[in-house]
């Protein structure tokens, strides 16, 4: 079955840097990735897709690769903010084609001032 | 604009008894879905819908059913409650157009067997 692997630990950094996040599956080839965050007792928000065919996608601090060879995606954050401190959650979509994601664990990022 | 709207935000419930989780999206989305949450578990899919009338099992569906009877509405239900099914619920809705997806989430449910 596929496995989608995030980073457990919690990322630690200085405000004005830039966060990378990364996000490693295995066991499928998925038509898209997207990433998501989310906040303490809160539902996730979406942030991002990128396609398969796809290499690198931006949306303002955002930017997302995917790299289908080594079936890995980076989000990294620019200009890092304390108000960027969430738990961000990377997914795929569900083998079989039906558009209802699979999820990873996520990563907390926490920006410190 | 409500989107993903879950009822009830908190509930305790003694093991053995049944109750309802209720979703409701007002965005006339396709596909509905339920997810668990756990420590360190992440979001864990419980059961699907890609439709009125047509659901399926996702990752952990033991101990758990939907029905899907309008395009609005997809409630969890569960049978009989167990302490491992205390866990925080949410309810998602998604689309697809041109290629784009995305899934909306509603505020999750705490709930707590004991």
């Known amino acids: 079955s596929q496995k989608i692997e995030q980073n457990s630990e919690a990322l630690n950094i200085q405000e004005g840097k830039t966060a990378t996040l990364t996000c490693n599956y295995t066991?499928?080839?998925?038509?898209?990735l997207q990433w998501y965050r989310q906040d303490p007792g809160r539902g996730p928000v979406f942030l991002l897709l990128?396609?398969?065919?796809?290499k690198e996608k931006r949306k303002e601090r955002l930017k997302v690769t995917f790299d289908t060879t080594l079936k890995q995606s980076l989000f990294h954050i620019t200009a890092s903010q304390p108000a960027d401190s969430a738990t961000y959650l990377c997914?795929?979509?569900?083998?079989?084609?039906?558009?209802?994601?699979?999820f990873g664990r996520g990563t907390s990022l926490i920006v410190h001032p | 604009n409500a989107g993903v709207t879950q009822t009830p935000k908190f509930q305790v419930l003694k093991t053995g008894q049944s109750m309802t989780l209720q979703c409701a999206q007002d965005?006339?989305?396709?596909?509905m879905s339920w997810y668990r949450q756990d420590p360190g578990m992440g979001l864990r899919l419980i059961h699907y819908s890609v439709g009125a009338g047509i659901t399926d099992q996702g990752e952990v569906p033991n101990g758990y059913n939907v029905s899907r009877s309008t395009t609005e509405d997809f409630p969890l239900r569960l049978l009989s409650a167990a302490p491992s099914q205390t866990s925080v619920y949410f309810c998602?809705?998604?689309?697809?157009?041109?290629?784009?997806?995305?899934?909306?989430f509603g505020q999750g449910t705490r709930l707590t067997v004991v």
């Open positions: 997914a795929l979509d569900r083998a079989g084609g039906s558009y209802i994601p699979t």
């Open positions: 990128i396609r398969e065919n796809e």
């Open positions: 965005m006339n989305h396709e596909y």
């Open positions: 066991n499928y080839s998925p038509a898209y």
């Open positions: 998602a809705s998604s689309y697809t157009t041109g290629g784009n997806t995305e899934a909306f």
